[in-house]
């Protein structure tokens, strides 16, 4: 009669088998955390300089040459205005904390003024 079942030595091997392969999922746990949370960050400075970028194309012509904003007290916002002839280009800033350093992106854009 053939016999059924697993050995005891079997069971091990797949015992540590699985125990490795969770230790391995259980260390990149930590580094993904991570990159969502300044990911995270990184979605909140892109939305409040684009509403920025928004509102100061809005504005026209009659765009203020600089300025700055904190949003939350963890986003600074920052822009400047520059004609150049005919145009404005407009330049937004934002920094935000990513991890223990600060990130800096800058998003631009230029406009048409009548002459």
Known sequence: MPSRGF???????AVTVLAVGILALVSTAAPVARLV?????ESVAAAA???QM?????????????GEFVRGGRYRLEWTVETQGALRRIAVS????????AQRDVFETVIACPP
Do not use: H, Q
């Open 7 to 13: 050995t005891l030595l079997e069971c091990l091997i």
């Open 54 to 66: 928004e509102a100061l194309r809005a504005g026209g012509c009659d765009a203020p040459a600089a």
């Open 94 to 101: 934002a920094t935000y904390p990513r991890g223990t350093s």
């Open 49 to 51: 300089a684009t509403a």
């Open 37 to 41: 949370r300044w990911g995270g960050a």
